[in-house]
């Protein structure tokens, strides 16, 4: 059962990638909604501040963790051997 | 004592001894009962101080009860529980009495009134644990089981320093909480022996280096006791200290950077390990009651996801023979319910609205913007991001979807799918009434994780990170490769001294080997001709007996020719110093 709505969705990657793209501008647009003078923190005054803070933190992190791993961290799997 | 208490560690050592006695299902049924009888014993106890007994001239007390240990008590024993479940199809009695000592003995740490008990019970464990490393009966794990064992036994011994120190300093073994001013060089090194059982960089490299070396179903138990266990006693013995605050976002953001890059799917989970712990270690650190609070929270949810995610990474290593991420792909139409409930994990740890890590990981991160400390704060966040983006997608996407492999397993045993179901449940159930969990917290509970800005700020994050992921999956693509860490100074050591061995111990020992040949033989000539000199002479003389003698000797000395360097030097002493004294003899004469 699983597997078949799985395969479903796989199937339909167009109409899953129309569908989450709009979720993520009904997302931002919901953040702009939110009340401003409620904000407990500061960081909840600016609009749509994580989404900005997920884009470019995971881009940072994918691009540095894997440029430190190509320059020196990764090893042949016999390097203590 | 005030009371009737019964040590909940007991079930579990007893259980321990008795358990070869039962075979068949009997066994089955004893393996569950232990922890089952230990949960009701927690759920019956009252706070107070049991089993008190002076030794020597100290006071030791096996039973603490209060809101900080009885926490952790609950989700241990619920813990074996789940544990035990998980591993009921392991034939070895030798592993379930390694794992009954281990989390007996952590029940007895968290209990623990002194540093005497404490100790004590700090050293079962890991010398229990190794067992579950070792038998994986694979080189790799043995060789990493006595790394993981040389390490701790360093760590206690830091420990054991610290407590001594702290005794002659204050004479008293009593383990209470410790004010950051008070603190000298004692204190500092119990914070030590602590943090290194609590994975703090760079004290880490333990972790990830046994961890997934361990048997499947040691794995499940290791992750959940060691380090919690750990934070415990940080939080009863050092809150407030800055130094934690600031370690623990260190690790929160280091263990997520090589968890993006590891490829075996244990190894990315132990690495991430060491970044959850780093909240509950800055949420010590912090201090405060909320953050605290956060700490416990974090451990209780996190003990159960993490344990469900490694029960998820050990079936598929149990049903394939292996967990290297490049080597499987599309799962999910072979093992689907591993698959669902490693997602449940995988969400679970990430922080979704509804599940567990939602409204647990958010205390620490509001505490840390309570206080004002901003920068902990975002790089807790951006830890939230590579959580998601290593535990929850590129594990996800590489072993249950993205291209095929040649694998196809089969869903793992019952009893496996039902402790992955059970905890699962868990999971959710205390991601949808956080109340059940926050009533067990130390400290009231003020907060409320369903408000409109906390939901937008996570699905906001987690949401976005998904994007990105997309869009560069092809650069995650996971490598045959293994990376560079702490361990390096003691592995590499001996790699090192390997080298030096190799390159300059062994030259030297053949130039002194030459040395040895050429200065022995040269002696050895040297004194022949002194011989062969001393016959002539002899001979053309007047005595014919000393030259008969020193013929005879030199028949001996040809017998004694053995051809062993250390032989001829010494015979070639002997023979001089009689040579000599028949000289002088001579002369005398």
């Known amino acids: ?81 | 004592m005030n009371s009737w208490w019964l040590h909940p560690a007991l079930f579990f050592f007893v259980g321990a001894l008795i358990l070869p006695v039962f075979k068949g299902k009997a066994k089955k049924f004893v393996l569950l009962l232990i922890p089952a009888l230990s949960i009701a014993d927690v759920a019956l106890m009252t706070q107070g101080v049991y089993g008190s007994y002076p030794f020597l001239n100290l006071t030791v007390t096996f039973g603490r009860v209060d809101k900080l240990s009885l926490v952790f008590a609950w989700v241990f024993t619920i813990m074996a529980f789940l544990g035990a479940l998980y591993a009921l199809h392991v034939k070895e009695d030798g592993h379930h009495i390694a794992g009954s000592f281990y989390v007996g003995s952590s029940l007895g740490a968290i209990f623990a009134g002194d540093y005497v008990t404490l100790f004590l019970f700090w050293e079962i464990m890991a010398f229990s644990s190794v067992f579950l490393v070792w038998y994986r009966k694979e080189q790799r794990s043995i060789e990493a089981g006595y790394r993981y064992l040389l390490v701790h036994v360093f760590g206690g011994l830091l420990f054991l320093m610290g407590m001594m120190l702290y005794y002659f300093k204050t004479g008293t073994m009593t383990f209470n909480t410790i004010l950051p001013a008070n603190a000298g060089v004692a204190e500092y090194l119990i914070l030590a022996g602590f943090s290194l059982n609590a994975a703090v960089i760079p004290l880490h490299a333990w972790l990830p280096d046994a961890y997934p070396e361990a048997t499947v179903e040691g794995a499940v138990f290791m992750c959940a006791f060691t380090t919690k266990t750990a934070v415990y006693v940080l939080a009863r013995g050092f809150p407030g200290f800055e130094i934690l605050a600031i370690l623990g976002t260190a690790m929160t953001v280091y263990g997520v950077f090589y968890a993006v890059i590891e490829n075996d799917m244990r190894r990315v989970l132990a690495y991430h390990i060491i970044s959850q712990v780093g909240y509950m270690v800055a949420g010590v650190g912090i201090g405060t009651e909320m953050a605290i609070n956060g700490a416990c929270a974090h451990a209780f949810a996190h003990i159960l996801y993490k344990a469900l995610l490694f029960m998820g990474a050990g079936s598929v290593l149990y049903m394939v023979g292996t967990a290297k991420l490049s080597k499987l792909g599309g799962l999910y139409k072979y093992m689907p319910l591993t698959m669902v409930f490693y997602v449940v994990g995988a969400i679970s740890i990430s922080g979704f609205p509804l599940f567990s890590g939602f409204v647990s990981k958010s205390m620490i991160v509001a505490s840390a913007h309570h206080e004002g400390r901003l920068w902990l704060m975002l790089l807790m966040n951006l830890a939230g991001i590579g959580t998601f983006l290593s535990v929850g997608l590129k594990v996800t996407y590489f072993a249950f979807f993205g291209k095929e492999s040649e694998v196809r397993p089969k869903d793992p045993p019952k009893n496996m799918l039902w402790a992955m179901g059970l905890t699962s449940a868990l999971c959710f159930i205390i991601g949808v009434c956080p109340r059940l969990l926050y009533a067990l917290l130390p400290f009231p509970v003020d907060y409320q994780p369903y408000n409109l800005h906390h939901l937008s700020e996570m699905l906001q994050i987690l949401s976005f990170t998904g994007l990105v992921f997309f869009l560069l999956v092809a650069k995650l693509a996971p490598e045959d490769k293994m990376n560079l860490d702490m361990d390096i100074f003691y592995r590499g050591g001996a790699w090192l001294f390997m080298k030096i061995d190799e390159k300059v111990i062994s030259v030297l020992d053949s130039l002194w080997g030459e040395l040895y040949r050429t200065a022995g033989l040269a002696s050895l000539f040297a004194n022949a001709r002194l011989a062969n000199g001393f016959d002539k002479g002899v001979i053309d003389g007047v005595v014919d007996g000393s030259a008969t003698t020193v013929r005879g000797i030199g028949g001996v000395v040809r017998k004694l020719q053995t051809g062993r360097m250390q032989a001829y030097i010494g015979l070639a002493l002997v023979m001089f110093f009689l040579i000599l004294w028949l000289l002088l003899g001579r002369m005398g004469g």
Do not use: P
Request: with cysteine.
């Open chain 1, 1 to 81: 059962m699983i597997v078949y709505y799985i395969d479903l969705l796989r199937k339909n990657m167009k109409g899953l990638v129309r569908v989450l793209i709009f979720y993520l501008i009904a997302l931002v647009i919901f953040d702009i909604s939110l009340s401003r003078h409620e904000a407990h923190y500061f960081i909840d005054k600016f609009y749509a501040f994580w989404t900005v803070f997920g884009i470019v933190g995971c881009f940072l992190l994918i691009k540095i963790a894997k440029g430190i791993a190509h320059e020196f961290l990764s090893q042949n799997e016999d390097f203590y051997e």
